[in-house]
């Protein structure tokens, strides 16, 4: 187990490049076993959600090799239909893996997925949208059993924009007989990269980053080259550093349109921000004022995955701010450890109150999770004194080289063996 410590109390300067997104390369992955072709992922991120997708695809026979920062994966030999529970329950986006296999197998049997523990995050959604295409499903013993002679298309409407029944859906329908309509559908960049990622290999989808998306089934997928979209949580992740230590950084590869909400919300903080194609540049000096309230809301709302870090720079704001959280019911977990370093946060239910302290103070802490283990990061960035973050495989999952980068805008942060 490793732990980060890090000096606190230094502004940061520079300029930063983002990896892919984690949460658009992971669907990546599971499309590719729609095809007998070669499929080239570039850029990915060596992140610790990518290697277990990577396992998950070799156990499903499929082969995975990576070279030189790109992914090639060969599904051709592809055999099973079956992902076990070991994998499942540490990738929540093994799901996806349900619409692939049945569109390739015909078949698919998968424990309930795991990940981060922020919430009951069902997949009802998922299984009724499946169902609508010609899916039979079971449910015993934690594990999903579906089968199918064939998938044709319907019209689906979703109660609730979820990313991943969205996701997984494109994925069942590209193969399914006929026309697959999917109303109330999400809209983030990564659902617009997946649509890409599918035409490429022949896929007949429109609507992606819309509310509609409609599908038109086809029988085959050809293989594929393709560099995903950037990481616009990780962009976000740094520009509030900078926002919470002061300084001025430049995030490289994340266009403004993917971080509107964010964006508006750092300059109602007293942020200076200038942005220019997929360059973002944030400059902050002396004490920033709180938002007044922030709600996560689907895309292009606030991202629930950034609540955390935008918590923490609350923290250290003038006046007081509400943080309401409508996605996951307990993602507020990581405020106990920004309470030891000082913050006055109260959490009531969905709800965090925030009064913003004149400064925090290092200690350890524990990640519980990938963003609020993040959130504690820039946290320790900005406090006076030494902190120690412990349990950095939460933050491992999501974020690649995280101490590297932060060094090089000028942090004081190593990561020790425990």
Known sequence: MDKYIIDGGRRLFGSV?????KNAVLPLFAASVLTDKQ?????TPEIADVFCMAQILRELGADVKFERGNVIIDSSDAHSHIISSALTKELRSSVFMLGSLLSRFHRAVIAYPGGCDIGLRPIDLHLN???????SISERDGYIYCACEKMTGAELVLDFPSVGATENIMLAG????????????AKEPEIVDLQKFLSGMGAKIVG????????????????????PVKDRIEAGTFLIACALCGG?????????DNLGMLLHKLRENGCKIHTKNDKIRLSSYGRLKCNRRIETMPFPGFPTDLQAQITALNSVCEGGALIVENLFETRFKYVPELQRMGADIEVRGRNA????VSGLHGAAVTAGDLRGGAALVLAALGAEGISEVSDLSHIDRGY?????????LGAEIKRVRI
């Open 353 to 356: 109150f925030v009064r913003g």
């Open 129 to 135: 949208a499946l169902k609508r295409l010609g899916v």
């Open 174 to 185: 590209v193969k399914a007989e006929g026309r697959t309509v999917i109303e109330g559908a």
């Open 248 to 256: 001025e950084v430049e995030v490289e590869g994340v266009t403004a």
């Open 39 to 43: 499929v080239t992922i570039c850029e």
């Open 400 to 408: 690649s080289d995280l101490e590297g980068k932060l060094r090089s």
């Open 208 to 227: 992606a980053g819309t509310d509609v998306i409609t599908i038109e089934g086809v029988s085959s997928l050809g293989g594929i080259t393709y560099t």
């Open 17 to 21: 490049k983002v990896q892919s997104a």
